[in-house]
């Protein structure tokens, strides 16, 4: 999600599967494709990837190698979770400081800013141990640090999201400063 000049980035380990391609073989070890895991329907062992190009095929998981048939029931309950789970971030900023600017100085202020991650449930069972983990880039705006780029990273973990519920987790602080584009001149004035 892109908010002006900030761009932030929410990953959830219990998504791991998500995006992941891999090699998988088939029975008999003769054939190979790689394809991303987006689908598993634990009751006709069907498997459903997408492959490189975009392609979706869908298939009887026997039909790959028995490593590969336990990777692929092993990332079934994370891909239950991941269509029963939303992320939404809610952008918030303080203000920490800011100057009274002399005659030749730049006005600034300086905020401390950061996200709030909200992780909803939507399933009828709730989750246990969910671990967040981002990561958000902002472009700092003091005139030393013009296009500099600071990156903040960090975790945090929820014990519990209920059944239908929701949770949040605050990022780390990113410390920001915005400057006037010039400084305070002389005003009018003089004597006669």
């Known amino acids: ?7 932030l980035l929410a990953c959830l380990p219990l998504t791991s599967a998500f995006g992941e391609v891999r090699t998988y073989t088939s029975k008999d070890g003769q054939k190979t494709f790689r ?4 689908g598993y329907d634990a009751a006709t062992k069907k498997a459903k990837m997408r492959l490189p190009r975009g392609k979706i095929m869908e298939f009887q998981v026997t039909l790959l ?19 029963s789970l939303s992320v939404e971030t809610k952008h918030y900023s303080k203000r920490t400081g800011k100057n ?32 967040v983990e981002y990561t958000f880039f902002i472009e700092r705006n003091r005139r030393e640090y013009q296009n500099k780029i600071e990156k903040v990273t960090g975790s945090g973990s929820i014990d519990l999201v209920l059944a239908n519920g929701t949770e949040t987790v605050t990022t780390k602080s990113a410390n920001l400063e915005l400057w006037s584009d010039n400084p305070v001149m002389p005003t009018g004035g003089g004597g006669g």
Not at 65 to 83: F, G, M, Y
């Open 100 to 131: 009274k600017p002399a005659q030749g100085q730049w006005h600034f202020e300086k905020y401390d800013h950061n996200y709030i991650i909200t992780i909803e449930n939507s399933r009828d069972e709730m989750l246990k141990d969910v671990e």
């Open 65 to 83: 190698s028995k490593e590969d048939q336990k990777h692929v029931e092993t990332q079934a309950p994370i891909l239950q979770a991941q269509k």
């Open 35 to 38: 394809g991303e895991l987006i």
């Open 1 to 7: 999600m892109k908010i002006g000049k900030l761009l």
